[in-house]
């Protein structure tokens, strides 16, 4: 069931030029419960509410993150942003959404596919696959127009290193000095993956991002139903 609780902001990561990881601490006493894939909604004034992936799995101290860009062209964001500091009090409600570990229990092996902060709930799914110590292949590609975008991605690399099973891939689109993959993030799938069968594949970015992956992976051979994403919920085409 839907709840709606007043949290509290403990902690502000500036984690680049754009882009804050806020991390919030949930009331004591009603214990609320969300599952990793989930996202949620900060009610910000009366008439104003923004969703956010939240960013990590459920953890025992009642803090979640929101991995939050600023964006001054929406029409949530200009009255978000004065309410992002620390101490300050905001309601939300959750849990929403149905991309969940349930929706990869039939995967013989996981394909998370991030755009930009899309990557909040790719590291929420990641974080629970890896503490459950699933052993199934996981192949976590996360693009960005520049490196700067990829905003977590030491701790990606580190999540590699640590668990043999997660292969991490970056790919930048348009920074001329990168020396890794280049160009669209799905495209790079495209060019490791030549057969989709067994894969189950999580989109979490735009729905410009989504679509363009949906389309060319059933256009090599992908069922349909094998990519999930909080899109298709949300910007039904």
Do not use: C
């Amino acid at each position: 069931p839907l709840q709606t609780l007043t949290a509290k902001i403990i902690r502000i990561d500036q984690v680049n030029a754009d882009v804050k990881i806020v991390h919030f601490l949930l009331p004591a006493g009603k214990r609320p419960s969300f599952s990793a894939g989930q996202y949620l909604e900060l009610l910000i004034d009366a008439d104003t509410s923004a969703s956010f992936s939240i960013g990590n799995a459920p953890r025992p101290d009642r803090t979640l993150e929101l991995h939050i860009r600023a964006n001054p062209d929406s029409r949530s964001y200009p009255k978000l942003a004065p309410r992002l500091r620390e101490d300050e009090l905001i309601k939300m409600r959750l849990p929403m959404g149905d991309v969940t570990l349930h929706s990869l229990k039939d995967a013989d092996r996981i394909l998370l596919l991030a755009g930009s902060t899309g990557f909040s709930q790719i590291k929420s799914l990641l974080e629970a696959l890896l503490q459950s110590g699933d052993a199934r292949p996981i192949h976590l590609y996360w693009g960005g127009r520049l490196f700067a975008d990829l905003y977590l991605h030491d701790w990606a690399a580190q999540m590699a290193v640590q668990y043999a099973n997660l292969h991490y891939v970056p790919v930048i689109s348009d920074q001329a000095d990168w020396q890794g993959r280049k160009g669209f993030v799905h495209k790079a799938v495209l060019e490791d993956v030549q057969d989709f069968a067994g894969w189950k594949v999580v989109g979490g970015g735009s729905p410009g991002m989504v679509y363009a992956a949906l389309d060319d992976f059933v256009a090599a051979g992908m069922q349909a139903e094998q990519l999930v994403s909080d899109v298709f919920a949300y910007a039904p085409r």
